[in-house]
């Protein structure tokens, strides 16, 4: 119904950046909000950045002033720039997408998840 790919991450050294694109494709007939998450091995998965529909955007405590989150709308696709990034950020990122399916499958809520991307910051 929803495929939600991710792609950007990599190595980097600490003090670096990198950006994360994700994009929303298939039966969507809208979507509201688009996150990222991220989880290390062995703990919960947890938000890092939200962006609404309007633009509306919330951070993490941890990565304020040094990630931003952008959407293109018209593209389904959310981008999360990432600088000065810390050991402390090595993670598998998640981007998540919920919203409304189109007419095929009756305008029910969705919520979709991207495989995961890693990000690993040397330091």
């Known amino acids: 119904q929803v495929q939600v790919v991710e792609s950007g991450g990599g190595l980097v050294q600490a003090g670096g950046s990198l950006r994360l694109s994700c994009t929303a494709s298939?039966?969507?007939?809208?979507?509201?909000?688009m996150n990222w998450y991220r989880q290390t091995p062995g703990k919960q998965r947890d938000l890092v950045a939200h962006?609404?529909?309007?633009?509306?955007?919330d951070y993490a405590d941890s990565v304020k002033g040094r990630f931003t989150i952008s959407r293109d709308n018209a593209k389904n696709t959310v981008l999360l720039q990432m600088n000065s990034l810390k050991p402390e950020d090595t993670a598998v990122y998640y981007c998540?997408?919920?919203?409304?399916?189109?007419?095929?499958?009756?305008?029910?809520?969705?919520?979709?998840w991207g495989q995961g991307t890693q990000v690993t910051v040397s330091s």
């Open positions: 998540n997408a919920d919203g409304v399916l189109g007419l095929r499958y009756g305008y029910r809520d969705f919520g979709s």
């Open positions: 298939g039966s969507i007939f809208s979507i509201n909000a």
């Open positions: 962006i609404s529909s309007g633009g509306t955007t």
